[in-house]
Structure formats: structure tokens, C-alpha cells
């Protein structure tokens, strides 16, 4: 059965509802629901304490980069 033709341009990327091979879609972090790295944690704590913050050492990755990000511009 031929597909019929609409005249309009399809992209074909329009088919695709998920990553293919393992592509990672712009702006994604693949590893941002990773627990945070040692450096993370070290730093986070280190910026809680100066700010007398509760450190919570159950961050993701994404989650401890903004918590940082906020505590050195407070």
C-alpha cells in the first residue's frame, strides 16, 4: 500500500519517539539522574556550611550542580 502524498515536507525525525543508537537529545545530560560525583558533594558541603544549609547528600548529579550554582551566588 503506497503512502499518499500530501505535497507537505515531513521531517523524518517526526517518526522517531525516542533516541535512536543511544543519541542524546540537545541539552540532555545523560548522567543527570546520576548520584552526585565526590567533587559535587565535597563542594556542596563545603558551601553548606558556609551558609548554614542542611546538606543533603541524596542530589543527582543536575540536582547538586544548581543547588551549588545558587549557594555561590547567595
Known sequence: ?????????HDPMDVASFPIAG????????????????????ELRQLCEKHDEAFDGT???DQA???IEMLKKA
Open 1 to 9: 500500500m503506497a503512502q499518499k502524498d500530501d505535497g507537505k515536507k
Open 23 to 42: 543519541a542524546v537529545a540537545s541539552g540532555e545530560n545523560p548522567d543527570g539522574n546520576a548520584p552526585m560525583t565526590d567533587k559535587q558533594a565535597a
Open 59 to 61: 542530589l543527582t548529579q
Open 65 to 67: 550542580a544548581a543547588r
